[in-house]
């Protein structure tokens, strides 16, 4: 279920949101919606990226918060030059989330 919200925006990112939504043939709020949706992914991949780096997550842990797969979090991994470190203690971690959930 949506709520409405409302926002203040500057004349400039207005006149910009409304030229993307016209090349994308899309009305404002769709753009405004799908825009929203792939910051919040961008922040929840750069927040787990931190707590991967910080040793505070295991990758699949970590993934799992990014709501990507394994895979595709150890790829945004090696774009963003983040050693990849995998113990034992980490497989073992991974082993029991994938079980238990």
């Keep these: ?3 409405p919200i409302s926002l203040r925006l500057p004349r400039e990112t207005i006149e910009k949101l409304d030229k993307l939504a016209n090349r994308e043939h ?3 709020s769709t753009l405004i919606r799908e825009l929203l949706g792939t910051g919040i992914q961008e922040k929840d991949i750069e927040h787990a990226v931190e ?3 910080k040793g505070q ?3 699949w842990k970590a993934a799992q918060q990014a709501r990507v797969s ?3 979090f150890i790829e945004i991994l090696r774009e963003k030059g983040v050693l990849i470190q995998y113990s034992e203690h980490d497989l ?3 082993l ?5 959930g």
């Design 51 to 53: 707590q991967y780096r």
């Design 92 to 94: 073992e971690e991974d």
């Design 1 to 3: 279920m949506s709520e």
């Design 96 to 100: 029991r989330a994938l079980t238990e």
């Design 26 to 28: 899309k009305d404002r």
């Design 70 to 72: 394994l895979w595709k």
């Design 57 to 59: 997550a295991t990758s």
